[in-house]
């Protein structure tokens, strides 16, 4: 059975900040991970996916990373802006040969502060 | 534009009043499933659907039902809504990948319905 955490569960930095949000995950069969933003009381926004072969997937000022072998993935953000405000999950195949459902990490709430 | 849309956004009910959650996807998905979102528990999956009529339990699947007749389409039924029920319902939708993994997955905006 996958489990996925995520640290810390709350991050508050100043605009223009470069910051890295954290992941890890038990299954390290997993063969992709995704990362997601939700602002509050809305949907899940797709923002990158990584396949077990990438080893890193950029868009635009985000940048996320997996390692297999520690069972860990980062996102980064560069420049943070004020409309980076939102919680960040983290998602990967849910383990145990589940490939049909999605373990998600309890997600991290990033503010940045004008 | 590639999408998953939910229907209703909002909805509030009685208890024991069935209703029916709508989703489709406009992708061609293979796969499509659906999760509920509660504070401190996260998103849980309720139910799966690999194909047309295949679906399969999540995690959380009491008082819910699900069925998959055409490919875009996924309804979430609750038959008899009970207070506990009362969440955050997101429905997303995964094309088959490498050996048939699901891979990749669109969610729609949700849907927060209350059982009062």
């Not at chain 2, 729609?108 to 209350?114: K, M």
Request: charged share 20%; net charge positive.
């Amino acid at each position: 059975k996958q489990e996925v955490t995520q640290i810390p569960a709350a991050l508050s930095v100043p605009e223009g900040e470069n910051l890295v949000l954290n992941c890890s995950f038990t299954d390290s069969a997993i063969y992709n991970l995704q990362w997601f933003r939700q602002d509050p009381g809305k949907g899940l926004t797709s923002l990158l996916l990584i396949q077990s072969s990438q080893r890193e997937q950029t868009s635009g000022r985000l940048n996320a990373s997996l390692d297999k072998s520690s069972g860990r993935s980062t996102l980064y953000i560069a420049a943070s802006q004020p409309g980076d405000s939102a919680t960040y999950l983290c998602a990967g195949p849910g383990g145990g040969g589940s490939n049909y459902k999605l373990t998600f990490g309890k997600g991290t709430l990033l503010t940045v502060n004008p | 534009e590639a999408q998953v849309t939910q229907n209703p956004r909002y909805l509030i009910t009685v208890t024991g009043k069935k209703l029916t959650v709508t989703c489709s996807q406009n992708m061609n998905h293979e796969y499509m499933s659906w999760y509920r979102q509660d504070p401190g528990l996260g998103l849980r999956q309720i139910y799966y659907s690999m194909n047309v009529e295949v679906t399969d339990k999540g995690d959380v699947p009491e008082g819910y039902k699900v069925s998959r007749k055409e490919k875009r389409n996924f309804p979430l039924i609750l038959e008899s809504p009970s207070p506990n029920q009362t969440s955050l319902y997101f429905c997303a939708s995964s094309f088959s990948g490498d050996r048939g993994r699901a891979n990749g997955y669109t969610f729609g905006s949700g849907t927060r319905l209350t059982v009062v």
